[in-house]
Every structure is written in C-alpha cells, then in structure tokens.
C-alpha cells in the first residue's frame, strides 16, 4: 500500500515539475499545461465502458490517465497522433507494464496496448503519455481506452504552482 501511494504521489509530482516547467510557444511567460477533453462515453453491453478523449500536450508536458482496477481485469486501448510527430507513452502500475516502441523513424506515432490487472502490480494504473521535450509545436493525441464497467476511470490535470 505504501508503495502505491508512493508512485502515484511520484507520477503526480512528476506531472506538476514537467507542466511548471514549460513555457509557451510564442515565447511568453505564461505556462503552457496539458489540457483534454472527453470526446465520448459509453457502456458496452453489461460488462465494459469506453472513453475516447484528445489530450493536448505542450512541449515538454505530461499527462496521465488513471484506471482503478481490480486483478484480472482486461484493458484495450490504442492512441493516434492527430497533430505532431512524437509521443512517449507507457503504461505503469507498482512497475512499469509497457512502453510503445517507436517505428522505423525513430517516433511513436500511434499505438495499440491490451493488458490484464495483477495483483502484483496493485490497482492503480496510470496511461502516462509525454511530449517531446524539443518539439515546437503541441501534441494532440486522440485516445480510446475499454475496462471493466466495475472499474473506475479518472484523468488528472496537474495543479499549477506559482
């Protein structure tokens, strides 16, 4: 349990350094921070649901995804890229559980992951997406994610400091 609670208090700090850290693109001060938006919702048969999003990352940003889940519930998923040319992605728990592979340019333009809840890696599961550091334009990236019905979908938006 402490564990758990040490790699999600991990990836949300994470996520805070990474978004306080960049600015915008047109050389402002302003802080550019990764925002989304919940395309479509919906319950599949009795057993499963399903969420397709756009999330908008800004050079350097981060954004995760987290799913509670329950030993042996399946997940399935896949992600494009609608604008931009590079996205770092991986799935961890307690461990890391994936990381997309990029393609023969050297970018992870797209990617479909399956992956099935253990008890080993714990409950909480984070989809945790990046953007290119050098990159200077934003990413958009359009996700579809399906679990369990019985468990339960969050999106974190990371708080800003000042």
Not at 29 to 36: G, L
Not at 91 to 113: E, I, K, L, M, Q
Not at 144 to 152: D, I, L, N, R, T
Request: proline fraction near 6%; charged fraction near 15%.
């Amino acid at each position: 349990m402490r564990r758990r609670l040490f790699l999600i208090i991990l990836s949300i700090a994470s996520a805070v350094v990474l978004t306080a850290g960049c600015s915008s693109s047109t050389g402002g001060s302003s802080t550019a921070k990764p925002s989304q938006e919940i395309l479509r919702k919906s319950t599949i048969g009795t057993d499963w649901q399903m969420y397709q999003m756009r999330l908008i990352l800004p050079p350097g940003s981060s954004f995760p995804v987290l799913l509670k889940l329950a030993a042996g519930d399946k997940v399935d998923g896949y992600f494009y890229l609608e604008k931009g040319m590079n996205v770092d992605f991986g799935v961890n728990a307690d461990s890391p559980v994936y990381h997309s592979t990029p393609n023969a340019t050297g970018n992870v333009t797209s990617d479909r992951f399956s992956f099935t809840a253990s008890k080993e890696q714990g409950s909480t599961y984070s989809l945790q997406f990046s953007s290119t550091p050098n990159s200077t334009e934003q990413e958009v990236v359009f996700l579809e994610v399906m679990y369990p019905m019985k468990g339960s979908f969050a999106v974190f938006v990371p708080l800003e400091t000042k």
